[in-house]
C-alpha cells in the first residue's frame, strides 16, 4: 500500500512569489491535515480537509490556503511568500480525525 | 487555547540508559498519541492511547496515560542508538480546535554509544 506522498521534496522560491506543495493521502483515507515544521520548532497545524471541505484552519495568515480534490488529493498554496515561511510542509492522512496520522515525507520550501 | 507540553527538551543518555519523556495537556484529553522523528526524517506514529489509567508496551517502549488523562509519559529502557529521534505527544482539541492534533514541542533524545 502507497504511503502518504509529497511533492516536491524541495522547492526554492524568491520572496514574493507563491508556492504550490501537493499531498495525496492513502488510499481510503479522506482527511488530508498539512503542518508546517520550522527549524527547531515543533509541528504547527495549517489546514484540515474532509471530503473536499475545509474543516478547521490554524492561526496562520489568510495567504496560506488550500483545497482538496474529489479523489481526496491536496494542494497548500502560499502567497506572498516571506523569508519567515521557510520550513518542512508536511502532509498527513488518516481514516478518522481522532485517528493516528500517517505522514508524507515532506516538502522542505526555502525563501530565499 | 489547547496547549500541550512536554519535557524536556532535549536528553542526552548513555547507549543502555534508560530515557523518559514527559507529556501535560491544558484540557483534558480523548485520547494521546506519541509519534517519533528520525533526524531528517517525517513523524511517524507509534501508538494511541485511549483510556484513563492506560499502559501499553511495545518491546522496550513503555507508555502511559494519566487517570486524569491530561498527562502522558513515554519511557524507553536500555536505549539504543536506534532510538535517536524527537518524540512528540499530541492530544486532539475540542471545541473551536476540533479535528486538529496540537504536537507538543517535543523531546530531541540522542544515544551516546
Known amino acids: ?112 | 487555547g489547547q496547549q500541550v507540553m512536554q519535557i524536556p527538551q532535549y536528553q542526552h543518555v548513555q547507549e543502555g540508559e534508560d530515557f523518559t519523556t514527559y507529556c501535560n495537556s491544558s484540557t483534558t484529553l480523548s485520547n494521546i498519541q506519541w509519534y517519533k522523528q528520525r533526524p531528517g526524517g517525517h513523524p511517524v506514529f507509534l501508538i494511541q492511547l485511549v483510556k484513563s489509567g492506560e499502559v501499553k508496551k511495545q518491546k522496550r517502549l513503555t507508555f502511559q496515560f494519566g487517570e486524569a488523562k491530561k498527562n502522558s509519559s513515554l519511557h524507553i529502557t536500555a536505549t539504543q542508538t536506534t532510538d535517536v529521534g524527537t518524540y512528540f505527544c499530541a492530544g486532539p482539541g475540542g471545541g473551536t480546535s476540533y479535528g486538529k492534533l496540537t504536537f507538543g514541542q517535543g523531546t530531541i533524545l540522542t544515544v551516546h554509544p
Open chain 1, 1 to 112: 500500500e502507497a504511503g502518504v506522498t509529497q511533492s516536491p521534496t524541495h522547492l526554492i522560491k524568491t520572496r514574493g512569489q507563491q508556492a504550490t506543495l501537493r499531498c495525496s493521502p492513502i488510499s481510503g483515507h479522506t482527511s488530508v491535515y498539512w503542518y508546517q515544521q520550522a527549524l527547531g520548532l515543533g509541528l504547527q497545524f495549517l489546514l484540515w480537509y474532509d471530503e473536499g471541505e475545509e474543516r478547521n484552519r490554524g492561526n496562520f495568515p489568510p495567504r496560506f490556503s488550500g483545497r482538496q480534490f474529489p479523489n481526496y488529493s491536496s494542494e497548500l498554496n502560499v502567497n506572498a511568500l516571506e523569508l519567515e515561511d521557510s520550513a518542512l510542509y508536511l502532509c498527513a492522512s488518516s481514516l478518522a480525525s481522532w485517528s493516528g496520522y500517517t505522514f508524507g515525507s515532506g516538502t522542505r520550501l526555502t525563501v530565499v
